[in-house]
C-alpha cells in the first residue's frame, strides 16, 4: 500500500498534448540534427521547453526555470533536468 507522502502530483495542464504534438513532428529529433551541439541538453529539448512554456501564457526567458518548478520534467521534456 502506497503512504501519500511517497505520492508527487504536478498540474501539467494541457502541456502533455503539445508535447504529444511535438513527438508526432519529431520537433526535437528534427532540431538536434540541424544543430550541432556539445551541451549535456540537447537544443531540441531546450526548444521543445521553449515551446511548452509559450504556449502556457508566457513567461520571459531567464524566468524559464521556475515555471517548470513545480511541472513534471520527465514526462514534459522526456528527460530528468535540473532547473534549481
Same mark, same amino acid.
Given at each position: 500500500?502506497?503512504?501519500?507522502?511517497?505520492?508527487?502530483?504536478?498540474?501539467?495542464?494541457?502541456?502533455?498534448?503539445?508535447?504529444?504534438?511535438?513527438?508526432?513532428?519529431?520537433?526535437?529529433?528534427?532540431?538536434?540534427?540541424?544543430?550541432? *551541439?556539445?551541451?549535456?541538453? %540537447?537544443?531540441?529539448? =531546450?526548444? @521543445?521547453?521553449?515551446? /511548452? +512554456?509559450?504556449?502556457?501564457?508566457?513567461?520571459?526567458?531567464?524566468?524559464?526555470? *521556475?515555471?517548470?518548478?513545480? %511541472?513534471?520534467?520527465? =514526462?514534459? @521534456?522526456?528527460?530528468? /533536468? +535540473?532547473?534549481?
Amino acid at each position: 500500500m502506497f503512504e501519500l507522502q511517497e505520492i508527487e502530483f504536478y498540474d501539467v495542464y494541457h502541456l502533455p498534448i503539445i508535447k504529444a504534438y511535438a513527438d508526432r513532428i519529431d520537433l526535437v529529433n528534427t532540431i538536434n540534427r540541424l544543430v550541432p *551541439s556539445r551541451m549535456a541538453t %540537447k537544443p531540441g529539448t =531546450l526548444v @521543445l521547453a521553449m515551446v /511548452l +512554456d509559450a504556449l502556457s501564457g508566457r513567461h520571459p526567458l531567464y524566468r524559464i526555470d *521556475s515555471f517548470y518548478k513545480n %511541472k513534471d520534467i520527465e =514526462l514534459l @521534456l522526456g528527460q530528468s /533536468l +535540473d532547473v534549481g
